[in-house]
């Protein structure tokens, strides 16, 4: 998959589960559950044990799912990352060595970023999309919504701190996507193998992003001439 259509596929389904578990079993099971509930994306945390390679086999076993690598620190850590099949890479902060490495390697990535300045300075350097991190210790949708404002262009992934509650305002305020952790995995299901509840969880997320945007719509639609 190109990373055009890597792209299109993020904002499609507008949610990126982030899967930040102890082992590799963990992150088997966390990935298959979520894919379960709808949504083929799944960004595995550099934090995981021996995360490149549950990346490579993922990516060899589970083609229609988009393997990304969360928490990329440096071009060493990208390259292994891309090395075993990641299509995106993403960070809680920005990196232009890691942006434009991504950029050489065909790959979508998402720098973190926080204040407007570095939101800018992410965009300029040829980000796919902008990671908004953390977003709820800043006001969440608030927060985007005032980033929005001034910063229309930039497409922006609100992540940390999001839950079911706040999903579909965070999308309503302007966001193009969502990053998801425990909310969407919870430690508890991941250790029981509670598979159907991580399914759940990922259906009732999708839902409230597919409704605030059939809301977006609406209104957008309201606002055009009647011919």
């Not at 982030?18 to 949504?39: K, L, N, Q």
């Not at 570095?118 to 040829?126: H, Q, T």
């Amino acid at each position: 998959m190109k990373r055009e259509e890597v792209r299109a596929r993020i904002e499609e389904i507008g949610i990126i589960p982030i899967v930040r578990v102890s082992t590799a079993e963990e992150a088997f099971f966390a990935a298959e559950a979520v894919a379960c509930g709808g949504i083929p994306i799944v960004e595995m945390a550099m934090t995981v044990q021996g995360a490149a390679d549950v990346i490579s086999e993922l990516a060899r076993n589970a083609p229609q799912m988009i393997v990304g690598a969360g928490s990329v620190l440096d071009v060493e850590m990208a390259r292994v990352c891309v090395g075993a099949g990641a299509k995106f890479l993403t960070s809680e902060g920005f990196d232009a060595e890691v942006v434009e490495f991504a950029g050489k390697a065909g790959v979508v990535v998402l720098p973190g970023a926080l204040t407007p300045t570095e939101v800018i300075r992410a965009w300029k350097a040829s980000a796919d999309f902008v990671k908004v991190f953390p977003c709820a210790e800043m006001g969440g949708e608030i927060y985007i919504r005032a980033l929005k404002v001034a910063l229309s262009q930039v497409p922006m992934v609100a992540a940390g701190g999001v839950t079911l509650s706040t999903a579909g305002n965070l999308i309503l305020a302007g966001a193009a996507a969502i990053g998801v952790g425990r909310e969407l995995i919870p430690t508890e299901a991941i250790k029981e193998r509670r598979a159907g509840w991580v399914c759940e969880l990922a259906r009732r997320f999708l839902g409230h992003v597919q409704d605030a945007r059939s809301r977006t719509a609406a209104w957008k639609g309201s606002l055009s001439p009647q011919k």
